[in-house]
């Protein structure tokens, strides 16, 4: 006999049952793992789904596949490289003058554990795609999630947040990269800045959780988990069957945050982090206000022009 968590979850699959007819979805770095099962879950449920994806070939054959599942799947493409703030406002423009509501924000693609790279603006690539561009994009599209209310935004994060710190005298790395640490820090990020949104929106009808997806076999991994060159190969292939056996299918891991979108027992809850479709507390530095604060400032001194009028 299946097992209910809650009335939207058995069995760790997020009840079919709850439609989203009418609704408007929007999901980064939809075209691959996590954010894909996502779009085609949410597809399912009838909404609309914008894929904001970095690659337009690789968004196309993503709707391409979905549809084989979904045939009557509302799927548009929309261009979208969070390490460009260029193409962050594009984006958000493309939507605020061709969308009439925005339902649902999935803050969902991510970069983990890259050479030390940098965004097109000069940022460091992992803070500044998996924070600095989705916290653009955001604020961006905030008015029409007002406008859409009841609405959701939904920040996947990571339980890498918990061995995250703030280095604030060097949140670009620039002194001290190490890739896993950059990393944890771009994700408690993730959780402060969910925490400093569901501050600013109560009243607004407009929640903002975050999430840990639990550990799934996806692309995250490629930057570390190669077949690049001899060494690279070994190591892969002595690894991968501990991969195999720990971590857990795109599908299942897309289930927290198709939970957080679509739980009718979420409607009003926010400013909470869930992993395996529960609330779960999240990291001491990642339930500072002052830290929360700080982190928000810090990101509009980094984007300078940033309209602070669209709060
Ligand atoms: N997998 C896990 O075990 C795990 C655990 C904890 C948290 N997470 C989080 O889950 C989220 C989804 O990751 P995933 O596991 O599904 O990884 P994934 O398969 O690598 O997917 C990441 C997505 O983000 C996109 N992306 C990367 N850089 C981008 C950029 N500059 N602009 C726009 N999109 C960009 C990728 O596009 P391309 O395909 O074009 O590169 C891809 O669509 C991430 O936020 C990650 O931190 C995952």
Redesign the pocket.
Known sequence: MAEATTKAVIDGMVSKDISLAGKTVLI????????YETAKDLAGRGAKVLMA???SE?CTNAIDEIRKEVPNADLRPLD????SLESVRACAMVVNETEERLDILIN?????ACPKWQTKDGFEMQFG??HI?HFLLTNLLLELIKKSAPSRIVI?????HYRGQMKWDDLMSEKDYVPFKVYSQS?LANVLFARKLSTMLKDTGVTCNSL?????R???G?HFFNKDGVWNTVKYYITLPFVKAI?TT?LK?AQTSIYCAVAPELEKETGNYYTNCQKKEEAPAARSDEDADKLWEKTEEFIGALNKTAL
Request: aromatic content about 2%.
């Open positions: 980064t770095g939809a075209n691959t793992g996590i954010g994806c970095r690659d690789k979208l490289d969070l390490a969902n693609a991510g970069i983990m795609v998996n561009g996947v994060s990571s339980s890498g994700k840990h997806p639990g550990l799934v996806t692309d995250l490629r971590f795109p891991g």
